[in-house]
């Protein structure tokens, strides 16, 4: 599932989410129905994480009543519903396989995601573009493939560090251990290739709270020593390839060096497990001798030193400037994109994302200004040295702050924190394989957390799905207790009673959520219908597709839209201009369609109207270059 998430652009289309949430929430009902799927893993804190998600998703479901786009809104919901059924499905699912089956099924399908990912550059033309160039030639030629996006590939395929340093850890087959390490080289270069600084950012943060967190930090340290070396010699191997990096792609010289570039690398992944596999059998023979047993001073050291190069390097790097350069607008290198970006001290625009949703936040500071309002907040409030159009605010709790208030960024951050907070304690106070377990999971969440903070790669369904999943593992007793009884006993009535009670509400609940999920879907589907026979010429199935569109999402500007759009087409101007009404009534916050507007009033001989009209949209977006002048 998750690999075909990934393949799908990280299923962040509307569709594809609404098709996913679907399923995830029928197997859930199926699997519960035919005591297929049970409460018996779930645990305290596994009710408390699920609690606030379901928490976020109720205020996220009540924002709607005061989004300036109500569809948009509900869009956003269905997003958080569908975290929730992730949740809710593992949580379920988890005593079912032991959680060393599902920490290497993921690891699995991220580094193959990996992979395809390293394959579609080194070899191109072997899978189809699915229309995934950047829209900004500046970044047209970092690796996005499959995910769409290169931070969200960065990222996902950083996740995987984690789960693979605990394979390396945990198992005793040298073959296994080679493969665990073997994969790192390959995450590298797709975050070198990326020009990813939030690749690298998870992967860091990933390392290190495992490090933190497992017992055997020695043997992850020659394990993390051995895929360091490897991915230094593969991001040198594709440095000295300027062309397959940075571009002009599609040439005969980049499809030269990519053949190159893929035996190296798949070279440097080879010698990097087989050392690490010869390493580990070398120190085992003299562990048996007792002829070496590092003492825990020296570990203290070694991590003393560490900390103390990286505050000198911290200070020698003169932090305030760099500040400073962080705050500025985003530069372009002209030589080595890759190389010149992931070094660079520029935040690409982000800190101008941060401040536009505080000031959203400070404009609506108890409830905000709802799910999904700020990418029509943005072009209003741009700063005018970055004038281009985002959707998002590149920070997961910024942007909860800001659309959410208060109530939203509490349970976002609650959530975040608790999780980390739960997967550090109940690793610390395991051992063994257990320990390895959480350490990996815990590690995983905390990655993806830290990575949420600065990008809005959480909205690929896939990265999310991986970090959720992490959540719900780590939380649930399947991963310490094996064996632990149900949360309800079945032989006593009352419980039998409250159960049931229970079970009817939660089948309830479960139905609207699908039912949610499946009337966007229905209705965008119908607008593509629409559209579809509008360029075929049949105008009536158009306004028929369009009107169905209309009756299933009353409340969504968007048939309405297309209902003026096919109206104006036919040149039933009167008519339009009724349906772009209806269709600015349900999203005032949309520059777009007060556009449409003002060219229906010209249509209609209405200057005066034409004119309110344009100015109302270029309130809303006063610096697009289509209004300038």
Excluded at 391 to 406: C, M, P, R, V
């Amino acid at each position: 599932m998750t690999f075909v998430a990934a393949y799908d652009n990280g299923s962040y289309s509307l569709p594809s989410r609404n098709v996913l949430a679907i399923a995830v929430w029928w197997v859930v009902i199926v699997g519960v129905a035919l005591r297929a799927l049970s409460l018996e893993g779930s645990t305290r804190a596994s009710v408390a994480l699920g609690g606030v998600i379901a928490a976020l998703c109720a205020w996220t479901f009540i924002s709607v009543f005061w989004a300036p786009s109500a569809e948009n809104a509900f869009n956003e919901f269905n997003r958080v519903s569908l975290f929730l059924g992730v949740f809710v499905l593992t949580t379920l699912a988890a005593r079912h396989l032991p959680a060393s089956y599902w920490c290497n099924a993921l690891a699995i399908a991220i580094s193959a995601v990996t992979v395809v990912a390293l394959i579609s550059r080194f070899f191109p033309g072997t899978f189809s573009d699915q229309g995934l160039n950047a829209s900004l030639p500046s970044v047209a030629n970092r690796l996005s493939f499959p995910l769409g996006y290169w931070n969200g590939l960065a990222i996902f395929a950083a996740l995987a560090l984690p789960l693979l340093l605990r394979v390396a850890v945990s198992s005793s087959n040298a073959m296994t251990r080679a493969l665990s390490v073997a994969p790192m080289p390959a995450i590298a270069s797709a975050v070198f290739l990326a020009s990813s600084r939030g690749g690298a950012l998870t992967a860091f943060v990933g390392i290190v709270a495992f490090l933190l967190l497992t017992s055997r930090r020695w043997t992850a340290s020659a394990a993390l020593f051995w895929g360091l070396a490897g991915s230094a010699a593969s991001i040198l191997v594709l440095d000295s390839r300027n062309e397959l990096v940075n571009g002009p792609l599609g040439t005969s010289t980049v499809e030269h060096q990519g053949r190159i570039a893929a035996l190296l690398v798949a070279l440097c992944c080879v010698l990097a497990g087989s050392a690490y596999a010869l390493s580990r059998e070398f120190a085992s023979r003299f562990a048996e001798k007792r002829t070496f047993r590092p003492k825990p001073w020296l570990g203290r050291t070694i991590v003393a030193l560490v900390v103390g190069l990286f505050v000198i390097g911290i200070v020698a790097s003169h932090p305030i400037r760099q500040f400073d350069a962080f705050k500025r607008a985003p530069f372009t290198p002209t030589n080595n994109y890759a190389a010149q970006h992931l070094t660079s001290g520029s935040g690409s625009g982000r800190w101008q994302f941060w401040t536009a949703s505080i000031d959203q936040w400070k404009s609506h500071p108890v409830l905000g200004n709802g799910a999904g309002s700020y990418e029509a907040w943005w072009p209003k409030h741009e700063p005018a040295d970055y004038p281009h159009p985002v959707k998002d605010a590149h920070s997961l709790y910024l942007q909860s702050l800001g659309e959410l208030g208060i109530p939203g960024f509490a349970l976002v951050l609650s959530l975040a924190l608790l999780g980390i907070g739960i997967g550090a304690r109940r690793a610390l106070r395991r051992s063994g394989e257990k320990r390895a377990n959480l350490a990996a999971l815990t590690a995983v969440f905390a990655a993806f957390s830290v990575a949420a903070a600065v990008d809005w790669m959480w909205e690929l369904t896939v990265v999310a799905g991986v970090g959720i999943v992490a959540l719900a593992l780590l939380s649930s007793a399947a991963v310490t207790d094996p064996g632990r009884p149900r949360l309800v006993e079945s032989n006593e009535p009352r419980h039998r009673q409250r159960g049931f009670g229970f079970g009817v509400a939660a089948l309830v609940g479960v139905w609207l959520l699908i039912c949610a999920q499946g009337v966007p879907l229905l209705s965008q589907l119908r607008i593509k219908d629409s559209q579809a026979y509008v360029n075929s010429g049949n105008t009536n199935q158009a306004i028929r597709a369009a009107m169905d569109a209309r009756n299933l999402q009353p409340w969504a500007a968007s048939p309405y839209l297309q209902l003026a759009l096919v109206a104006e087409k036919e040149g039933q101007f009167e008519q339009a201009h009724n349906w772009i009404n209806s269709a600015i009534k349900r999203d005032p916050s949309d520059w777009h369609l007060w556009l449409v507007a003002s060219r229906l009033d010209i249509e209609l001989g209405d200057s005066k109207g034409a004119q309110q009209s344009l100015k109302q949209a270029k309130s809303l977006n006063p610096r697009s270059p289509i209004f300038a002048g």
